[in-house]
């Protein structure tokens, strides 16, 4: 497989487009994403126990494993607004079927932005019907983002069984990330041939690797939710577990999700550095995930890294809380090259090194144990005094 340069359209049948309508002041803030032809269709959601209309609406429209069609908008959430919530999540099904000329139980719906108010539908209307069916895929990335300072795209291309097939996904996300079981709003499309069944339990499994292992604030969103459409254009044979080409999908959709994941973490409100924690050696691989989440979702960790400060007791404080089983003995830390402790013990290090590795955007802590095989890594970003303003001034 290779990545390649496209959008979240470029699988063969997929269109999508976006504009502004008003719910933001000047950014775009509606699109839609659709399949020439009904797709397999797998989702995650958030669960957080508040969730918002749209949520609730796609999970039921995801019941028969089907969708063509996904109506999105930012600037507002939809979340906390009662029934009125689910008649106008509905009525934006219903408005983006008419216009596509396809069946609205085939539609599902996406909201990110304010919660608690009602999204004045007149407005969203006007957005709708202002919509391409031969649109800017480019644009429909634009319209999903809220505080975001860029779009998250990633597509990857391979051939499976003679075919090609290409796997696209973009996402949104800067603030409130800390997900479990999803985060932020995320579309990924295939061509590929693949049942409902088979492509919920590999969307699920790779979350937990990818999607569930980032964190910016410790937030999880009422709105959150990934999707995968799979329209079967590619026409290779259906993918079944366990196979060659199962595995050669797997892994470009593996290679989407975690470049979106890592995409969201550098990206995180007011963030100037992204951390990867890496561990190794642990007992199995839930504990080496635990372990790097707990690291680099320490808001001390997220703040020493912001000012450059190479306070290694903050990363031994998080490994200790994390939960994991371990065993002390065998725990090392290192930073970037620099082993700062090791076996229960400091290590004495290069001072100058260490402040040359801290000035770098990207910031890679390595944990290690000695307790087995299991390997695991999250994402995350520093915590600075911009993220403090951004969501200080959210409302207004």
């Known amino acids: 497989m290779q990545k390649i340069n496209g959008t979240i359209a470029a699988p063969k049948g997929f269109h999508a487009d976006g504009s502004h309508c008003g719910l933001k002041k000047k950014k775009k803030d509606i699109g839609w994403l ?29 019941s028969d494993g089907q969708l063509q069609a996904i109506i999105v908008n930012s600037g507002n959430a939809n979340a906390c607004t009662g029934p009125q919530g689910m ?21 599902a719906v996406a909201s990110t932005g304010i919660i608690g108010q009602a999204l004045p539908m007149e407005t969203v209307t006007t957005g709708i019907n202002q919509l391409q069916k031969a649109g800017d895929a480019q644009s429909f990335q634009q319209a ?28 949104k996300g800067s603030g409130m990330i800390h997900p479990n079981m999803a985060t932020m709003l995320g579309f990924i ?26 964190t910016v604030d410790g937030d999880t969103s009422t709105n959150d939710m990934v999707l995968v459409l799979a329209n079967g ?18 892994a470009m959709l593996a290679a989407v999700m975690t470049d979106l994941a890592k995409a969201i973490a550098k990206d995180g409100e007011g963030s100037t550095k992204l951390i990867q924690v890496t561990t190794s050696g642990a007992k199995d691989s ?23 400060d190479p306070n290694w007791g903050r990363i031994l404080c998080a490994i200790g809380y994390s939960n994991a089983q371990m065993e002390l003995s065998g725990l090392s830390i290192k930073i970037g090259e620099t082993i700062v402790y090791d076996q229960g013990m400091p290590q004495a290090f290069d001072e100058k090194l260490m402040a040359e590795t801290l000035e770098r955007p990207e910031i890679f802590i390595a944990v290690g144990l000695k ?4 390997a695991g890594t999250a994402w995350g970003c520093d915590l600075t005094y911009d993220y403090v303003k951004i969501n200080a001034l959210y409302h207004t």
């Open 233 to 250: 254009l590619a026409e290779n044979p259906p993918l079944a577990a366990a196979t060659p080409a199962y595995d050669q999908f797997k």
């Open 34 to 62: 659709y399949s020439e032809v009904p797709a397999q269709a797998a989702g995650v959601f958030t669960t957080n126990q508040i969730k918002a209309a749209p949520v609730y609406f796609t999970k039921a429209a995801l």
């Open 87 to 107: 008649k106008d999540a509905k009525a934006m099904t219903e408005l983006a079927a008419e216009a596509l000329g396809i069946d609205a139980s085939l539609v």
């Open 371 to 374: 307790d087995g095989s299991g």
């Open 286 to 308: 839930l504990n080496a995930r635990m372990i790097s989440k707990s690291v680099v979702g320490s808001p001390l960790v997220k703040t020493a890294i912001f000012g450059k």
């Open 189 to 214: 499309t295939t061509d590929a041939q693949i049942t409902a069944t088979v492509l919920q339990q590999l969307l699920a499994e790779l979350t937990e690797t990818t999607f569930n292992q980032i």
């Open 144 to 171: 999903i983002l809220t505080t975001d300072t860029c779009e998250k795209v990633s597509v990857y291309q391979g051939e499976i069984a003679g075919k090609t097939v290409t796997v696209a996904g973009c996402s």
